[in-house]
């Protein structure tokens, strides 16, 4: 019996629609358990109803027609109890409740089984018989296991009723995740992917030159293509955010992907498209094995590129259209290729099935202030063409709203657009508190580095450069003399300000195409500052490349990633040192000449946490990486999707390791910033700022957001806040009292839709 339950479950997962996946669930649970009746009811949310949705044995006039409360009979004493009930005559119990002209009177014997996705009950899955008899051990094991296999499967299939059964007048509700916040109200324009990676099959040509030709025109053709798009966003969006194209512009400038591809074509005599697709995927494999959510966007970026020059060899012309309206742009994976297509005056929202919020279109949508919506469960095809609300704050999405949805969205879209005006007209006021309490703002970056828009006394400097990037986006370690050009590009850009970059972080699950790594743990594994330790070569290389683009600018700081013990410091330390005395003898250099640059680590481990006081003894800073530190403290993988939910940044935890980290640091007298997304998060700001921290790091887009807020309150009463809070016993017991706190002060609207 065990042996077919995985076939059960495969069967019920690749079916085209669910009602085809659970009468196939009742016909093979019934035959495997030898049944006279299996029968399955779904919970309905918005009836708070158990439907009869399937049933072998029952009659049919009652499938479909037969609604439970969710307290009524026995299968709703399963959904309240969340747990198997086994009953030998179930006629006999109190709660029974006959359904009338089903056919029921005939089955004695019943079971019944809650299946449960996210602590969710989904629905109750029933067998029965006609002998009056408990089920076996054996049989109620099948039935709890089937339906632990068919939560996860059917948690994601219900998002898909709803849109079975759309009908005119009737406003269908489906929830994402909010990436970028706003409001928009336009018809969607659903987008599918012309040609794909996948779509191909392998070919040879004997014609070399002419695949060649066409390859390469492919490349200028894409490359043309981009760098339009780009000038169009020049003066629309931060320079952040818009060396988001200049990715696209190096990869199509790469000589190793491209050599990679042509030696494809010209050695192994494969026709262009079928280069492209060998030489793509063996990069994106690469890059989606890797854990850290940033580096596997580069995945997209490659799978994106890729088709796209796919595209253009295939000669589509279809996709020139004309825009008379704003559109919602929707799709499987929008990417920014897609983007491309759009005009941008007519770009007003965007839905992903997939994506992350780390994710290119998530954040060039930030940047432009378009509202994005990711991760929503929805046929593309039953949208089409439909008007839709999306609600970025909340991750909403309403298809086909009506009246009073459409005129509460407008009323709430009005008072967006007047707080936007407010925030932008406040954009070059200092960051200070509304008490006069500065506070020092930097810039995160890792992609490129330009100058952005904010005026310099308002621009504290660069706390986090990724240095790994280059390394990702290079075929083998890349030599002294290139991370030179690279780190000095960045450290005369920002020649008026500190710049803070981050040591090599790769390792485990930042996985080299040129310096394989496989682990079974990759985030408790053989990365950062453990890795490089164990290969000086690299890091001294690295550290020399930093101290020599330095030599000019003298703005670098210098900051050890993972570090989780004091040797680690003492070790990395020594290196630096022998690294900077090189230097200083290779060009007659004095200390007073070239001073040895400050030295600060992460704090994103937890041990790092109890050893401030030796910590501050060996460097100058500390950084505290959020995003790690709460996904260590709390042992939650924030990339699964099974326990995602549980990374809490509010969490009580969370608040209070980071309330000792600025105590020890305060009592040992070393500096201390935030560097992660806690920081530039509305809620976070004010929670770090009534704690007494001071210095925070985040991305480009968050910046005006924060000076705002911070020109709207004050010190005393965020400190007030943050001690009622601490006393809390969830994150969302915190949550809900900033929000209070911001509702009091007007400034609801950057938690929610409205302006208030």
Same mark, same amino acid.
């Given at each position: ?59 049919? &006039? ?20 969340? #747990? ?8 006999? *119990? ?11 009177? @005939? ?21 029965? &018989? ?17 339906? %632990? ?6 948690? =994601? ?8 059964? /759309? ?19 336009? =018809? ?32 200028? +053709? ?5 760098? =339009? ?54 990069? /994106?494999? &690469? ?17 994106? %590129? ?9 000669? *589509? ?9 704003? /559109?919602?742009?929707?799709?499987? #994976? ?71 949805? =459409? ?7 009005? #008072? ?6 407010? %925030? ?33 006394? *308002? ?22 003399? @290139? ?98 005395? #090189? ?77 000792? /980290?600025? &105590?020890?640091? @305060? ?46 309150? +004050? ?42």
């Amino acid at each position: 019996m065990f042996s077919q339950l995985r076939q059960i479950v495969e069967q019920f997962g690749e079916a085209e629609t669910l009602p085809d996946a659970i009468n196939l669930l009742v016909q093979q649970t019934k035959t495997t358990m030898n049944l006279d009746c299996c029968s399955i009811f779904i919970t309905n949310k918005e009836t708070q109803k158990l439907s009869l949705m399937a049933s072998e044995g029952l009659a049919s &006039q009652v499938v479909g027609a037969t609604h439970f409360n969710l307290d009524e009979g026995i299968v709703g004493l399963v959904y309240q109890k969340g #747990e198997p009930i086994n009953l030998a005559n179930v006629a006999e *119990h109190p709660q029974f409740k006959y359904l009338p002209s089903s056919n029921e009177e @005939q089955f004695s014997s019943f079971l019944g089984t809650p299946i449960i996705h996210k602590r969710q009950v989904m629905g109750v899955l029933v067998a029965q &018989q006609k002998l009056p008899r408990l089920f076996n051990k054996l049989e109620e094991s099948f039935l709890v296991t089937l339906s %632990v296999h068919l939560g996860s499967v059917l948690g =994601k299939a219900m998002m898909d009723l709803p849109n079975k059964s /759309i009908k005119k007048n009737r406003s269908l509700h489906l929830q994402g995740s909010p990436a970028s916040p706003g409001i928009s109200i336009n =018809k969607a324009h659903v987008l599918q992917g012309h040609i794909v990676l996948s779509d191909v099959t392998i070919e040879t040509s004997e014609q070399t030159a002419h695949e060649l030709r066409l390859f390469r025109g492919a490349v200028q +053709t894409c490359a043309d293509e981009f760098s =339009k798009v780009a000038t169009t966003l020049k003066d629309q969006v931060s320079k952040d955010a818009f060396v988001l194209f200049d990715v696209y512009g190096h990869l199509l400038k790469d000589k190793a992907l491209l050599a990679a591809i042509e030696v494809q074509i010209q050695e192994n005599k494969l026709t262009a498209k079928s280069a492209i697709k060998r030489v793509a995927e063996s990069y /994106i494999k &690469q890059f989606e094995n890797m854990q850290d959510t940033y580096l596997k966007e580069r995945a997209v970026e490659i799978r994106d %590129v890729g088709q796209r020059l796919l595209y253009h060899l295939t000669k *589509h012309n279809d996709e020139k259209q004309n825009f008379s309206e704003g /559109i919602i742009l929707v799709a499987e #994976e929008v990417t920014i290729s897609m983007l491309a297509m759009i005009p941008v005056n007519k770009l007003k929202g965007v839905v992903s099935v997939r994506g992350g919020l780390s994710s290119h279109v998530a954040i060039l949508s930030r940047a432009l202030g378009i509202p994005a919506v990711l991760g929503a469960s929805i046929r593309l095809k039953n949208i089409a063409d439909s008007y839709i609300i999306i609600d970025g704050y909340a991750g909403t999405i309403i298809v086909d709203p009506n009246k009073s949805l =459409k005129a509460k969205y407008n009323v709430l879209l009005k #008072e967006e657009n007047e707080m936007k005006a407010l %925030v932008d007209q406040g954009s070059d006021q200092p960051a200070m508190t509304k008490d006069g309490c500065f506070i020092e703002v930097l810039l995160n970056t890792g992609l490129n580095a330009h100058l952005d828009r904010f005026n310099e006394q *308002h621009f504290a400097g660069i706390g986090l450069y990724r240095s790994e990037l280059p390394f990702m986006l290079s075929s083998a370690f890349p030599t002294e003399q @290139q991370q030179i050009k690279t780190y000095q590009r960045l450290l005369e850009q920002y020649k008026n300000f500190p710049v803070t970059m981050r040591t090599l972080d790769i390792g485990g699950d930042k996985e080299l195409s040129y310096f394989p790594i496989t682990e079974e743990n990759p985030f408790l594994g053989w990365r950062g500052i453990r890795l490089t330790l164990d290969h000086p070569d690299i890091f001294r290389i690295q550290i020399r490349a930093m101290l020599r683009a330095s030599m000019n600018s003298k703005n670098l700081r210098i900051m050890l990633p993972m570090v989780g013990s004091i040797g680690e410091v003492e070790e990395a330390k020594s290196l630096i040192q022998q690294a900077w005395k #090189e230097v200083c003898i290779e060009h007659e250099l004095t200390a007073e000449q070239f001073p040895f640059p400050e030295l600060g680590v992460m704090i994103e481990v937890p041990s790092a946490v109890f050893i401030i006081k030796q910590l501050a003894e060996q460097v100058d800073f500390l950084s505290v990486g959020t995003n790690d530190l709460t996904q260590y403290l709390l042992a939650v993988d924030r990339n699964n999707s099974r326990v995602a939910d549980l990374f809490d940044s509010y969490h009580p935890a969370v608040l209070q390791v980071m309330q000792l /980290i600025l &105590q020890q640091s @305060q009592e040992h007298n070393i500096e201390v910033s935030i560097c992660g997304e806690l920081a530039g998060d509305p809620i976070g700001l004010l929670i770090l700022l009534g704690l007494g921290y001071r210095k925070l790091s985040m991305n480009a887009f968050n910046m005006n957001k924060v000076k705002y807020l911070l020109n709207h309150v +004050t010190i005393p009463e965020l400190e007030t806040c943050t001690a009622m809070a601490l006393k809390g016993h969830d994150g969302q017991f915190i949550k809900q009292h900033f929000v209070d706190y911001l509702d009091t002060k007007g400034l609801g609207g950057f938690v929610r839709a409205g302006k208030k």
